[in-house]
């Protein structure tokens, strides 16, 4: 049963991560010329976007990858 709602949340996890992953894509995808030139004062908003979805994506990733250390330590015992 707990191994069974583990599974649902890595599952959950690796959608999550491949969600934030096209996200981020998409937003590098939709960066224009005048993005990359940028006024000199901060980042684009573009950029900002991009970032926000890596950290998400790094995040999810780490998530998962806890979900499967404590799968693979509780099949041990």
């Known amino acids: 049963m707990g191994n069974t709602f583990l599974i649902l949340l890595?599952?959950?996890a690796m959608i999550a991560t491949?969600?934030?992953l096209v996200r981020g894509v998409v937003a590098f995808l939709?960066?224009?010329e005048e993005d990359l030139k940028g006024?000199?004062?901060g980042p684009s908003a573009s950029?900002?976007?991009?970032?926000?979805a890596m950290m998400?994506?790094?995040i999810f990733?780490?998530?998962a990858i806890l979900i499967v250390v404590v799968l693979l330590a509780s099949?041990?015992?």
Request: charged share 20%; net charge positive.
């Open 75 to 77: 099949s041990r015992g």
């Open 39 to 41: 006024d000199g004062v």
């Open 47 to 52: 950029s900002v976007k991009q970032n926000k």
């Open 18 to 20: 491949v969600v934030a």
């Open 30 to 32: 939709k960066t224009t």
């Open 10 to 12: 890595l599952v959950a």
């Open 56 to 58: 998400h994506r790094v």
């Open 61 to 63: 990733q780490a998530v």
